[in-house]
């Protein structure tokens, strides 16, 4: 299904969607009824193992042949790039598992302009409904242009029993929109963006979540079919705006430099929340407090506590982080952030439990 934006470009909107139970086994089912019936497939490690049974047999059930199967263990731009354009006629790309291999099936679907049906097994960010995936090219992560899914489908049944920093890694990614609406209507206001009202409004509800608290217990169903649906509409939001504006910002930079700085990175989700909150505080972001509240409430601080960041490698990061993407202002874009984002890492009685000195340091 599609749409034009305001610039007269078309965007592109999910024509199958499905949220809720049981839904791995009708996948076979929601492909023959749009005519898929000879698919490449592309599953992550231990997926298999995972949903395969159930999913396969629904794929047999109704007459859906898998021409190409791949186990995916890169993302390497070139990698894709000989996949894709190794494969013989099919009717659509089938990813099935986390990023890696669900950024692989879209890419290669970009490639060769057939639909991409998502079908994430964890909702740990907005991905798996967004129009860019996360490539290594030359060597390095870069977060590059592809089409948004024809399809997603997700199995609550299979989202309840992810492990819990999927979730927490959904709910950092989530909160993001906060700060990154916020950089995206400084810039605007600095003459340096083209602003998307209707963008800016869906990220905006996305975050209902958040904030109507209806339950914020990450194992509660209904929490979970939220968070789920919440990500989803972030990346039509991104697909509106015809840029990653809506739901990346300065939190996002710092992830990015995070990932090129530190020994060990962690789950993008969870870089992007500590960076989100340190953010809104250096925006003075009127929303700071509910994001505090929520990370608080859902066991999302501390759970990151567990495991703090390095001081030494987060601050490195924060050096980097203006530079990652030219000519994109955020708030750390202002002289005067890095000394402010010390005083606030030093000072906030939150960020001084989750960003800690590494004992060699001390």
Not at 204 to 221: A, P, T, V, W
């Amino acid at each position: 299904m599609r749409a034009l934006n305001p610039t007269n470009k078309q965007i592109e909107i999910p024509y199958l969607l499905k949220i809720g139970n049981g839904k791995t086994s009708r996948v076979g089912k929601y492909l023959y009824d749009k005519s898929f019936m000879r698919i490449a497939l592309y599953m992550g490690d231990g997926i298999d193992d995972l949903i395969g049974e159930p999913f396969r047999a629904g794929l047999m059930e109704w007459g859906v042949v898998i021409i190409h199967e791949q186990l995916v263990t890169s993302t390497d731009i070139d990698d894709i790039t000989h996949s894709a354009f190794s494969l013989p006629s099919i009717d659509a790309i089938v990813g099935v598992g986390g990023g890696k291999a669900l950024d692989f099936a879209k890419y290669s679907a970009h490639l060769l302009r057939v639909p991409f049906i998502s079908i994430p097994t964890a909702v740990s960010n907005d991905g798996f409904g967004s129009p860019s995936c996360s490539l290594t090219v030359l060597g390095k992560k870069k977060s590059v242009k592809a089409a948004s899914p024809f399809g997603i489908v997700i199995d609550l049944d299979v989202i309840k029993n992810s492990p819990d920093i999927f979730m927490y890694s959904g709910i950092g990614d989530m909160a993001s929109k906060i700060t990154a609406l916020k950089d995206w209507q400084m810039a605007r206001d600095k003459g340096l963006e083209r602003f998307v009202d209707f963008a800016s409004m869906m990220a905006y509800n996305s975050l209902d979540i958040l904030f109507l608290k209806h339950s914020l217990d990450i194992h509660c169903e209904y929490f979970q079919r939220s968070l789920a649906s919440s990500l989803m509409i972030s990346g039509l939001a991104m697909e509106i705006a015809g840029s990653s504006r809506p739901a990346s910002g300065s939190e996002h930079l710092i992830s990015h430099a995070l990932d090129e700085v530190s020994a060990k990175p962690k789950m993008h989700g969870i870089q992007v929340g500590v960076a989100t909150y340190l953010c809104a505080l250096l925006q003075d972001n009127p929303q700071v407090d509910d994001i505090k509240d929520v990370f608080e409430r859902t066991g999302f601080m501390d759970f990151v506590r567990k495991d703090p960041f390095s001081y030494q490698e987060f601050v490195t990061a924060l050096k980097l982080a203006p530079s990652i993407k030219s000519n994109f202002y955020s708030i750390l874009s202002e002289p005067d952030s890095f000394e402010r984002a010390l005083d606030f890492i030093e000072k906030d009685s939150c960020l001084r439990t989750v960003i800690v000195p590494s004992k060699a340091a001390l």
